[in-house]
């Protein structure tokens, strides 16, 4: 990160610190995805806390297949066939 002085005009670089809070589970929002659905539903692969907890873990952004990976096999069918049809589907990254 580069911070300039506007009084001075000088330029000095260093590193950004900054942190996540938690995901807010209040009212039985999900603790990975900070959103309210069932257990044997899906992970929000869009909620932001999801993407940035995925990433620490994993090294690389979540796909819907991560999001979906505990949920069942019926359930991950209805939910690859809808994702299809709109066009968000995407295979899971090695």
């Known amino acids: 990160m580069q911070t300039?002085?506007?009084?001075?005009?000088?330029?000095t670089e260093?590193?950004?610190l900054w942190a996540i809070l938690p995901p807010d589970t209040s009212?039985?929002?999900c603790s990975e995805c900070a959103v309210l659905h069932e257990?044997?539903?899906p992970h929000n692969c869009q909620s932001l806390a999801?993407?940035?907890?995925f990433r620490a873990r994993k090294g690389r952004r979540p796909t819907?297949?991560?999001?979906m990976a505990h949920c069942s096999p019926t359930v991950q069918a209805k939910w690859k066939a809808e994702l299809i049809r709109l066009g968000a589907w995407q295979p899971r990254e090695p």
């Not at 300039?4 to 000088?10: A, H, I, M």
């Not at 999801?50 to 907890?53: E, I, L, R, S, V």
């Not at 819907?64 to 999001?67: K, N, S, V």
């Open 4 to 11: 300039l002085d506007l009084r001075t005009g000088e330029v």
């Open 64 to 67: 819907w297949a991560d999001a």
């Open 39 to 41: 257990p044997d539903a």
């Open 14 to 16: 260093g590193v950004a």
């Open 27 to 29: 009212g039985g929002k």
């Open 50 to 53: 999801y993407q940035y907890g």
